[in-house]
C-alpha cells in the first residue's frame, strides 16, 4: 500500500527567507505527486503535480518542487517566503495502478513571520 | 462556474441522529469523492464514484454511505451519527478525460460536530 510522509508538523519561516516543506513516499511502481495548500476554512487548492519528465516541477504563486526518485522524495520549496503563503500544505501521491485516488500526507502547517 | 459546493457548512449532530452532506459540482466532472480530515491525519477517503450510478469504498467508509443519482451530485450519509465522526468533510472531483493526470478540485469542506 502507498503512504506519505510529511515529517514536520509545523515550519517557521521569516518572510524574505527560502521555504521547503518535506515530503517522502512509498509506493510501488511509478507515482503521481501532488501538493495541495489549504488556506484557513477553505477547501485544498492544487499547487503542483510530477507525472513524469523534468524533476524539477514549478507550480502555481511561484513554488516548487523537486521529484528525487532514488530519494523518495518530493519536496515544496519557494525561493522567498510571503505571509500569504502561511497555511497547511498536503504532499499527495497517486500510484498509477490506482485510478484516480490520492493519499494524502498528514499536513505541514507553514508559518511564515513578518 | 461554482465548482464544487457543499452544504451545510456546518452542523452538530447528537449521538444517533442521522444526516446527509450534499456535494455538487457543475464541472462535468466523472468522478468525484468524499474525504474526512482529521488533524495530524491529512485526508482520508471514505467513498468514491466513479460515474452516473456508481460508487465505491475508500479507506474509510464505515458508518457511512453514497450515492451518485445524478453526475453533478454526490451524497454523504450518516445513519446512525457517532463523536468518532466528528470532523471535517471535504468533496471533490475530477474528470476522465486524462484520469491520470487530472487534479482533483475540492469544495469549502463542511465541519460536523457529533455530541
Known amino acids: 500500500a502507498q503512504s506519505v510522509a510529511q515529517p514536520e508538523d509545523q515550519v517557521n519561516v521569516a518572510e524574505g527567507n527560502p521555504l521547503t516543506v518535506k515530503c517522502t513516499y512509498s509506493?510501488?511502481?511509478?507515482?503521481?505527486l501532488f501538493w495541495y495548500v489549504q488556506y484557513p476554512n477553505r477547501g485544498l487548492q492544487f499547487l503542483l503535480k510530477?507525472?513524469?519528465?523534468?524533476?524539477l516541477v514549478k507550480g502555481s504563486y511561484g513554488f516548487e518542487a523537486e521529484f528525487n526518485k532514488s530519494q523518495t522524495s518530493f519536496h515544496l520549496k519557494k525561493p522567498s517566503a510571503l505571509v500569504s503563503d502561511s497555511a497547511l500544505y498536503f504532499c499527495?501521491?497517486?500510484?498509477?495502478?490506482?485510478?484516480?485516488?490520492?493519499?494524502f500526507g498528514g499536513g505541514t502547517r507553514v508559518l511564515v513571520k513578518p | 462556474n461554482a465548482g464544487v459546493t457543499q452544504t451545510p457548512k456546518f452542523r452538530v449532530l447528537k449521538t444517533g441522529q442521522s444526516m446527509t452532506l450534499l456535494c455538487a459540482q457543475d464541472?462535468?466532472?466523472?468522478?468525484m469523492y468524499w474525504y474526512r480530515q482529521d488533524p495530524g491525519m491529512g485526508l482520508r477517503l471514505i467513498h468514491y464514484?466513479?460515474?452516473?450510478?456508481?460508487?465505491a469504498k475508500g479507506e474509510v467508509p464505515d458508518g457511512y454511505n453514497v450515492s451518485r443519482l445524478k453526475k453533478q451530485n454526490f451524497l454523504l450519509g450518516l445513519e446512525s451519527a457517532a463523536p468518532s465522526q466528528t470532523s471535517v468533510y471535504f468533496c471533490?472531483?475530477?474528470?476522465?478525460?486524462?484520469?491520470?493526470?487530472?487534479?482533483?478540485?475540492f469544495g469549502p469542506g463542511t465541519r460536523l460536530l457529533v455530541l
Open positions: 471533490a472531483s475530477s474528470s476522465l478525460r486524462e484520469v491520470i493526470q487530472e487534479t482533483q478540485y
Open positions: 509506493v510501488s511502481g511509478n507515482p503521481y
Open positions: 510530477y507525472i513524469t519528465g523534468d524533476n
Open positions: 499527495a501521491v497517486r500510484p498509477f495502478a490506482a485510478g484516480n485516488k490520492l493519499t
Open positions: 464541472m462535468n466532472h466523472e468522478y
Open positions: 464514484s466513479v460515474g452516473e450510478g456508481t460508487t
